[in-house]
């Protein structure tokens, strides 16, 4: 379970976060959806203790991810913003040292980088140097890297962006089964299709706080709109920064 209560944060004279408190369960797939600029990676960041907010708590189970950070990171897998590969290394290699940052070691680091290399469909890649590779198959890499630990949580930001069709479906079936076998995941999106497609909750976030919060249905039936595109819309005022 992630837990964030009362998050503060400026850089200067913006607030990225203003007060921002919402719960995501296990076995749920929780959405923050938000325009740009309105502190979903910030978020992200604090929750995974990569950046320390002015104030408020961000708890993953019982760790304060504000006292504890590396604490906090060893219970989360983390699919950042932009990821950067080491290019000389092979998929394999790359995902065995994010596996060893983990403190998985001999046989077990290896048994969990073949499983996790087989389940994302990577064996013809898992040789390659990654220099040269797609948006696609960088994206299966940095995602094998995220989970290769089996982490309780999982936290994407905007996973989905620049990705085709195909890689869009694998990324979708593995947090779909990754929700069934009770992770808490947590990702943010400015994309309105992908969180109606796989949220079970979304936090509504604009101006760095919650503008509302519930399922894509409940959302809808709190603005008397169908679609949740139109109900995002009547939330937080404007279609500014959104996508479809
Ligand atoms: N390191 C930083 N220095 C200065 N301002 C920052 C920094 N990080 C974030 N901000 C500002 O804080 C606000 C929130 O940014 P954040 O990246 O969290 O938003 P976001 O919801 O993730 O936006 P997007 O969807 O565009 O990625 C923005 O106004 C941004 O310019």
Do not use: W
Not at 145 to 170: F, N, W, Y
């Amino acid at each position: 379970m992630i837990s964030v209560q009362n998050l503060t944060k400026s850089f200067g004279d913006v607030r990225a976060l203003d007060g921002l408190t919402f719960h995501a369960p296990d076995g749920q797939i929780t959405g923050l959806l938000g325009p740009n600029g309105a502190g979903k990676t910030t978020c992200l960041r604090t929750i995974y203790g990569l950046q320390k907010a002015d104030s408020g708590q961000a708890l993953i189970d019982t760790v304060d991810a504000l006292l504890d950070p590396l604490a906090a990171r060893r219970l989360i897998g983390i699919f950042p913003d932009k990821f950067g590969l080491y290019e000389r290394l092979t998929a394999q290699e790359q995902i065995a040292f994010f596996a060893e940052l983990h403190g998985l070691k001999g046989a077990e680091r290896n048994q969990a980088v073949t499983a996790v290399i087989e389940r994302l469909g990577m064996t013809e890649l898992a040789h390659r140097r990654s220099a040269g590779f797609s948006q696609g198959q960088r994206m299966k890499v940095a995602l094998a890297q995220a989970i290769v630990h089996q982490p309780k949580h999982l936290i994407l930001d905007e996973p989905s962006r620049g990705l085709d069709v195909m890689s869009t479906r694998i990324l979708r079936d593995l947090l779909r089964e990754l929700r069934a076998q009770g992770t808490c995941i947590l990702f943010s999106s400015h994309v309105m299709q992908e969180v109606a497609a796989l949220c079970d909750r979304v936090v509504v976030v604009a101006q760095g706080k919650v503008a509302a919060e519930g399922s894509p249905d409940e959302l809808c039936a709190m603005t008397g709109e169908s679609a949740l595109e139109e109900a995002f819309v009547k939330i937080i005022g404007t279609d500014e920064g959104i996508a479809a």
